[in-house]
């Protein structure tokens, strides 16, 4: 006769050890994920670089990130095609259907924000980081005074709106070789600034642009210097591009933008193929430090500059 006591005990003893084995491989995987793929994330966007400015403009230092890194020169932007609602969703994951900062020089959202932090804004990148590393240094450096209305100033080691491009460049550069902090923001006004002045697809806009492109390689060899770009991934990216002396239609010229990124564990990959929305940028930054991101945003990590395997 068989014995139904000792079959029922031999196949709960063998979901136990399935159950085990499952736990024990949750919990690997769960500790893998808390690992960032890199201590240092920074983020240098450059206000008004529409990504046509690459067939003309001489950018040596963010051309040695695209031939190391990877990157695309069809990136879009949300619409309007403007200052503050982009970089809002650049940071914030979502566009400005959720965040509601809808205007080029948005203070406070003109639309409810679909939710609020607890620093009384839509959620940003920075939060997402005080939230689920309460202890990692953030800074942010801006050339545009309108960048300080889109961030909770509250949760970051830096908050410097610098008068030249150049200060604010250097300003985050002291702050990354002093502080090691997990996320700093650069901002930079050129060529934006001579887009509106002269005009985009000018002389001068090309020379605007190789003035950041400059900064990008003061960046970069400071990095280096201080054995840090071993550590370190760079995005660079706009918030979008211009035609004439303006910007906010639905051209390409003014909706495409560069989005490149290069450092430790970027895969020299070349073009990346696949779709990105600026508000990617919060998103992939969130997975590059393993970070969850809230249920309100909407961007999604750009995964294929990472080998997964």
């Not at 085990?20 to 500790?31: D, F, M, Q």
């Not at 793929?37 to 983020?43: D, P, Q, S």
């Not at 920075?126 to 960048?147: H, L, R």
């Not at 770009?229 to 990216?237: A, D, H, L, V, W």
């Amino acid at each position: 006769m068989i014995n139904r006591s000792r079959i029922v005990l031999a196949i709960l003893g063998g979901v136990s050890i399935l159950l085990n084995l499952s736990c024990a491989n949750t919990e690997k995987l769960i500790g893998n994920k808390k690992e960032p793929l890199a201590k240092h994330i920074i983020l240098v966007g450059a206000d008004g670089l529409g990504a046509y400015a690459f067939d003309k403009a001489e950018m040596p230092n963010i051309r040695k990130m695209m031939e190391g890194g990877a990157y695309s020169l069809s990136a879009r932007a949300v619409l309007p095609s403007s200052s503050a609602v982009n970089w809002a969703s650049m940071i914030m994951g979502s566009g400005p259907e959720l965040h509601g900062f809808t205007e080029w020089g948005s203070k406070t959202p003109e639309l409810p924000s679909a939710v609020l932090g607890e620093s009384g804004l839509y959620p940003t990148i920075f939060s997402v980081i005080d939230q689920q590393m309460p202890e990692a240094k953030m800074g942010v450096s801006y050339s545009w005074s309108g960048i300080g209305y889109l961030f909770e100033k509250d949760l970051v080691d830096l908050n410097s709106n610098g008068e030249t491009e150049e200060e604010t460049m250097q300003m985050g550069i002291d702050f990354i070789i002093k502080e090691k902090p997990a996320f700093t923001f650069i901002h930079l006004d050129e060529p934006d600034h001579t887009g509106h002045a002269i005009g985009h697809d000018t002389p001068q806009y090309y020379s605007a642009v190789a003035r950041v492109d400059k900064l990008v390689g003061n960046l970069i060899e400071a990095l280096e210097k201080e054995h840090l770009m071993q550590e370190s991934i760079i995005i660079f990216t706009a918030d979008h591009g211009g035609i004439n002396t303006g910007h906010g239609g639905k051209t390409l010229a003014e909706t495409q933008i560069p989005w490149i990124v290069y450092g430790k564990g970027i895969l020299n990959k070349g073009e990346l193929k696949n779709t990105i929305v600026t508000y990617d940028t919060a998103a992939t930054i969130a997975y590059l430090l393993s970070l969850k991101v809230p249920e309100s945003w909407r961007g999604k990590p750009v995964t294929e500059i990472l080998n997964l395997n």
